[in-house]
């Protein structure tokens, strides 16, 4: 079984930056890409950043340029440094890991702008 784990959400203001971590441990094989996905109230799950096992990245238009994902191979984590925070990002982020056993999902973690 393969557990994942978010933190680093929380509280700031707009122009200011989080950053958030993801850390997975288990039964690991190998995993594929990993990455962060956000649910803001009465929306839907959207993809923010994922990157491959190569490094590979892949990011949300409306962050780009904002939002850094760095992924550390041997220790299975993935982090997501967000600046320039704007009140739509509010939300609450998950982890999400690609692995030969199928998807995994973090907890969440809610990181909330005020403007």
């Known amino acids: 079984q393969v557990h994942v784990v978010e933190s680093g959400g929380g509280l700031v203001q707009a122009g200011g930056s989080l950053r958030l971590s993801c850390a997975a441990s288990g039964i690991i094989f190998s995993i594929n890409a990993m990455g962060w996905y956000r649910q803001a109230p009465g929306k839907q799950r959207e993809l923010v950043a994922t990157?491959?096992?190569?490094?590979?990245?892949a990011y949300a238009d409306s962050v780009k340029g904002r939002f850094t994902i760095s992924r550390d191979n041997a220790k299975n984590t993935v982090d997501l440094q967000m600046n320039s925070l704007k009140p739509e990002d509010t939300a609450v982020y998950y982890c999400?890991?690609?692995?030969?056993?199928?998807?995994?999902w973090g907890q969440g973690t809610q990181v909330t702008v005020a403007s």
């Open positions: 990157i491959s096992s190569g490094g590979r990245l």
């Open positions: 999400h890991t690609d692995t030969l056993l199928g998807d995994y």
